[in-house]
């Protein structure tokens, strides 16, 4: 017989890649990840890895049994965003590669003022949206509990990213009151500003009144006063400077064109 001394060795089977959760996160932040797969070894490294890029390590590596690795993963500001391997190696220097399983994503956005904050029921008004982080393609809109949003258009983002102009097109049957505004991102990110944006009524107009005149002491039982946006509870003033005032009484107003009073 004869034999060789420590002649053979008995390795420990190669890691095995088959996911990663989250599978993308943005740049700039850190994400606390869990990759799955098989024969993980105490001391397991994990990092992303890109050609060209420089490897994007997990730190606090946690190992459940050997199938799941849990850590956090700090994703520099400047990183690429695209698709990333998440690559495995094991103390004993055996490493498995999953293929493009996380994504690199650019940051959200973020919104924090619209200027004008408020417009005119039935006009176009020209904003400018501030925040950070808005692409080039965004869209903007107004949105509210039980209306339709209503689309921004003509929606420019500047060179830095943080601010838009766009113009909002109020139709003229727009609910009046508080709007959220709304910024999508073309990779998918969104934006509100709940309650940014307050849609008010126009102001009313007068074009006649009839009877247009009245003696010194009389009482006129009925005026009709025609214009337009006239609103429940509308008061009218007959007015002439110096100030002096004939107050009307009784007044109901009759759509939103014609008040009757006395």
Not at 17 to 33: E, K, L, M, R, Y
Not at 118 to 125: A, D, E
Not at 141 to 162: H, K, P, Q, W
Not at 220 to 242: D, S
């Amino acid at each position: 017989t004869a034999s060789l001394v420590d002649g053979f060795t008995v390795v420990a089977p190669a890691p095995t890649v088959g996911s990663i959760s989250p599978t993308s996160g943005a740049q700039g932040a850190t994400v606390s990840a869990t990759v799955i797969g098989t024969n993980f070894q105490t001391g397991v490294a994990v990092v992303l890895r890109r050609a060209g890029q420089t490897d994007i390590a997990m730190a606090g590596e946690s190992l459940t049994g050997d199938t799941t690795i849990s850590g956090g993963i700090a994703i520099p500001a400047g990183t690429v965003a695209a698709a990333w391997d998440v690559v495995v190696t094991n103390p004993d220097t055996q490493t498995a590669t999953g293929s493009s399983l996380f994504t690199v994503t650019l940051p959200g956005p973020t919104l924090t003022s619209i200027t004008p904050p408020s417009g005119i029921r039935g006009t176009s008004v020209s904003a400018t949206i501030a925040g950070a982080n808005f692409q080039a393609g965004a869209s903007a809109r107004l949105f509210r509990a039980g209306s339709a949003d209503i689309a921004m258009t003509s929606e420019v983002v500047n060179g830095a990213g943080d601010s838009i102009t766009a113009t909002i097109p109020l139709p003229s049957s727009a609910a009046l009151g508080a709007w959220s505004v709304a910024v999508d991102n073309p990779d998918g990110g969104t934006a509100s500003l709940v309650d940014g944006f307050t849609v008010v009524a126009p102001a009313p107009t007068v074009t006649s009144i009839t009877p247009f005149t009245g003696s010194q002491g009389a009482t006129i039982a009925t005026v009709t006063i025609v214009g337009t946006n006239f609103q429940a509870g509308a008061q009218a003033v007959l007015r002439r400077l110096p100030p002096l005032f004939i107050e009307f009484t009784g007044e109901s107003v009759t759509g939103d064109t014609t008040l009757t009073g006395s």
